[in-house]
C-alpha cells in the first residue's frame, strides 16, 4: 500500500515522538527543518489559548525557512491528542488543529471517535495511532485511523510489553498500511532495522531529550546522558499506565525503584492538560532503554544528519555483505 503523500518526502524515515514538556515550538521547527516530522503533545500548550500561538509561530518560521531555503526539505507538523475521557481539552485542540490544516494527528490511549477523523480528514490530514498491543492495533483501524505506531518494549513514555519483532510481525499479517515503530530507536542502524523488519519509519522520541532545543532541566539532560538500559525503570505506578521512567528521578524523589507500588488506571487524568502537582508530570523523568546509547547533547539538525550518515552506511554495509548461500 502507498505511504500517505504527507509523508513521501523525508530526509530520512523519521517521525517524531511527542514528549510532554521536553517537545515545544524551537524543537519541532528544528526537526522539520531537518526534514523529519516534528512533533509536539497539544497538551504542552498551556493555557489551550496557547496551541493556536503555538502552531501559529511555528508555521511562520518554517515558511520562512522554505523561503530562504527554496530546495530546502520541509518536514511535516504532528500534534499529539489524547483521546481519554478526562482531557477537557480535546474538542478545543483538535478544532485548533483542523483550523490550521495540521497535516498529521497522533492519537494516543483510545481510538479517535468519527467525529475528529471526519474532521481532519476533511481537509486531507492523516491520523496515526499509538498502540500497544494487536487488540488495540485491531480496534483503532475499525475506527478508521491511517496508520499505526507501534509502542513496542523498551520506548520512552508510555510503552508496551512486546518485541519488536513480534508486534511488528503479528500486525503485518493483516495490516498492509502505514506502521510507524518505536522502542529505543537512537542511531541510523536501528531505523534501518525497524524498516528491515516490516515498518515503514522510525518513531525517535528519547534521542530529543538530550539536544539543544528540547525543553528539559539541566538535570534530566545529564541523568541521561549517565544512564544505561538498566537505569530505566517500567512501572504504571506514576499515571496508572506502564511506562519508562529513569530510576534517578525515582530516587530523587524519595522513592524506592525496586519497591514502587501499581497503581491506579482509573486516576489517570488529563484535565486540562494534566496535574502539574503529580510527580509524573514534573519530576519524574520518562526515557526509553536507548539512554545507554546517547553520550552527547547535540543541536537537532546535527543528529539528524548523524541519524542520516550512520542510517545510509548500515544500509550499504547490509548490501555489500555476502552472506551464505545455500
Known amino acids: 500500500m502507498a505511504l500517505p503523500a504527507v509523508l513521501q518526502h523525508l530526509s530520512l524515515p523519521v517521525i517524531s515522538a511527542p514528549m510532554f514538556i521536553a517537545s515545544v515550538p524551537a524543537l519541532v521547527i528544528e526537526q522539520c527543518k531537518a526534514g523529519i516530522v516534528g512533533s509536539f503533545p497539544a497538551l504542552n500548550a498551556r ?61 494516543s490511549l483510545r481510538a479517535p471517535p468519527k467525529e475528529m477523523l471526519d474532521a481532519i480528514h476533511s481537509y486531507g490530514g492523516i491520523v496515526l495511532h499509538d498502540v500497544i498491543s494487536i487488540r488495540h492495533a485491531q480496534k483503532a483501524l475499525e475506527a478508521g485511523v491511517d496508520g499505526l505506531i507501534l509502542v513496542a518494549s523498551g520506548a520512552g513514555g508510555h510503552a508496551g510489553r512486546l518485541s519488536p519483532f513480534a508486534l511488528v510481525g503479528e500486525i503485518r499479517k493483516f495490516y498492509s498500511g502505514t506502521v510507524v515503530l518505536s522502542g529505543s530507536i537512537t542511531t541510523g542502524d536501528s531505523i534501518l532495522a525497524a524498516q528491515s523488519m516490516g515498518a515503514d519509519f522510525a518513531y525517535i522520541g528519547s534521542r530529543w531529550l538530550a539536544t539543544k532545543e528540547a525543553n528539559t532541566s539541566e538535570g534530566y539532560r545529564q541523568a541521561i546522558l549517565e544512564s544505561t538500559a538498566a537505569d530505566v525503570v517500567y512501572t504504571d505506578y506514576f499515571t496508572g499506565v506502564h511506562g519508562n521512567y529513569l530510576k534517578k528521578s525515582i530516587v530523587k524523589a524519595g522513592l524506592d525503584p525496586e519497591n514502587l507500588p501499581e497503581g491506579n488506571k482509573n486516576a489517570m487524568s488529563f484535565s486540562s492538560g494534566g496535574n502539574s502537582d503529580a510527580k509524573a508530570w514534573r519530576d519524574i523523568w520518562g526515557a526509553g532503554q536507548g539512554v545507554g546509547l546517547m553520550d552527547d547533547v547535540p543541536s537537532v539538525a546535527e543528529m539528524v544528519a548523524r541519524l542520516r550518515n550512520e542510517y545510509l552506511a548500515a544500509r550499504a554495509r547490509v548490501m555489500a555483505t555476502d552472506y551464505p548461500r545455500g
Not at 54 to 71: M, R, Y
Not at 76 to 104: M, T
Request: charged letters at 20%.
Open 47 to 107: 493555557p489551550a489559548a496557547q496551541l493556536d500561538v503555538w502552531l501559529t509561530d511555528i508555521k511562520q518560521a518554517l515558511a520562512a525557512h522554505k523561503a530562504a531555503n527554496p530546495d530546502a526539505i520541509i518536514g511535516p507538523i504532528a500534534v499529539n491528542q489524547i483521546v481519554h475521557g478526562s482531557n477537557d481539552r480535546l474538542e478545543h485542540d483538535v478544532e485548533v488543529c483542523v483550523k490550521h490544516q495540521i497535516p498529521i494527528t497522533i492519537s
